[in-house]
């Protein structure tokens, strides 16, 4: 199957800083990336939807200006925690659709990357 | 905003035995997937089902997608400690492209 990598897998960062988190189709192209927030033993919270080459669409309830988010390419979307607080801690998950494949098309998720804020 | 139901929310059950999962909103679905995720990892996809009434078979899974496409069901008949983990439906309303997660079923199975 297609292969979804997101990178770091881990950061711990003191609060206030901001960290950066990206998500690479590694051998298909995404015109659409999905970032998902996920609480210890808890189901996946679609935060927002990322578009290759226009801006984001965030779920209700999600800040914008707190979760940034760029899609520069057909195989990149990166996520950005801005000055980050302990609350924002949790497992960020993102995942790709095949551009061609449309809306039954499988989900490919990275393997999320668990963020810690000091 | 779409909900989607899990129900049972935790499953612990001996090897050996049958298990449902179910899946229930109020919303219409043009498309639902099955996913298990393994802690720390990134879900997998079990399945995908686009008609109403549609079963599927995966080795000892089972699949139902409701004749309403507002509900679905995963069958585990029985279950080895292999299939432990949380099961996680996801949906796709009609004209949109993307997938809200159930509230996520965990099973455990012992030896």
């Known amino acids: 199957g297609a292969v979804v990598s997101q990178h770091p897998s881990r950061v711990i960062c003191k609060s206030g800083t901001s960290v950066k988190i990206e998500c690479r189709s590694l051998?298909?192209?995404?015109?659409?990336m999905f970032w998902y927030r996920q609480f210890p033993k808890k189901s996946l919270m679609l935060m927002a939807t990322?578009?290759?080459?226009?801006?984001?669409?965030?779920e209700q309830g999600v800040e914008k200006d707190k979760f940034l988010i760029n899609h520069a390419s057909l195989t990149l979307s990166t996520l950005t925690v801005t000055s980050a607080h302990p609350e924002d801690s949790s497992f960020y998950i993102c995942?790709?659709?095949?551009?061609?494949?449309?809306?039954?098309?499988?989900?490919?998720f990275g393997e999320g990357s668990r963020l810690t804020v000091l | 905003t779409q909900l989607l139901e899990q129900s049972p929310q935790f499953l612990s059950i001996q090897e050996g035995e049958n298990l449902t999962v179910y899946c229930n909103s109020s919303?219409?679905?043009?498309?639902l997937q099955w996913y298990r995720q393994e802690p720390g990892e990134g879900p997998v996809l079990l399945v995908t089902?686009?008609?109403?009434?549609e079963v599927k078979k995966l080795k000892r899974l089972t699949f139902q997608f409701g004749d309403a496409r507002k509900d679905s069901s995963l069958h585990i008949t029985a279950a080895q400690p292999g299939d432990t983990g949380l099961y996680l439906c996801?949906?796709?309303?009609?004209?949109?492209?993307?997938?809200?997660f159930g509230t996520g079923t965990r099973l455990k199975v012992l030896a």
């Open positions: 089902v686009v008609t109403g009434g």
């Open positions: 990322s578009n290759e080459g226009s801006k984001a669409t965030y």
């Open positions: 919303s219409v679905f043009s498309s």
């Open positions: 051998d298909f192209q995404a015109t659409t």
């Open positions: 995942s790709a659709r095949e551009m061609l494949l449309g809306a039954a098309g499988e989900l490919f």
């Open positions: 996801a949906g796709s309303a009609t004209g949109t492209y993307k997938y809200i």
